[in-house]
């Protein structure tokens, strides 16, 4: 069974990077992958989001175009989420699941688009 395990996560300043990882327990190269968040009092949503392997297929939030790219190193088994320009609003635990489909579509934290469970993800905190 697939399992994702998301990893990169600590304080920054407003402006600042961060690289976050989410490592497969198995060949990840098959699946789309999406990255998801969370902010205090707020509901999960759709961060950014690849495609599997053959289709090169990303799609991102409108918060966060332009400042944050998603990669896939399939020999490491792994996904990446770059996020450059940081900002407050981007504070929340970050979670990474594998998609129901092949190609990355939707960026809906809904079980209807998610294949894997949640893990217990990364913390991100900017500050102003």
């Known amino acids: 069974q697939l399992q994702l395990v998301e990893s990169g996560g600590g304080l920054v300043q407003s402006g600042g990077s961060l690289r976050l990882s989410c490592a497969a327990s198995?060949?990840?190269?098959?699946?789309?992958i999406g990255w998801f968040r969370q902010a205090p009092g707020k509901g999960r949503e759709g961060v950014s989001c690849?495609?599997?392997?053959?289709?090169?297929?990303?799609k991102h939030a409108d918060s966060v175009k332009g400042r944050f790219t998603i990669s896939r190193d399939n020999a490491k088994n792994t996904v990446y989420l770059q996020m450059n320009s940081l900002k407050p609003e981007d504070t929340a635990i970050y979670y990474c699941?594998?998609?129901?489909?092949?190609?990355?579509?939707?960026?809906?934290?809904?079980?209807?688009?998610?294949?894997?469970?949640w893990g217990q993800g990364t913390q991100v905190t900017v500050s102003s």
């Open positions: 690849i495609s599997g392997s053959g289709d090169s297929t990303t």
């Open positions: 198995t060949t990840l190269d098959y699946y789309a």
């Open positions: 699941a594998a998609l129901l489909l092949r190609r990355c579509s939707s960026l809906s934290p809904s079980s209807e688009n998610i294949l894997t469970s």
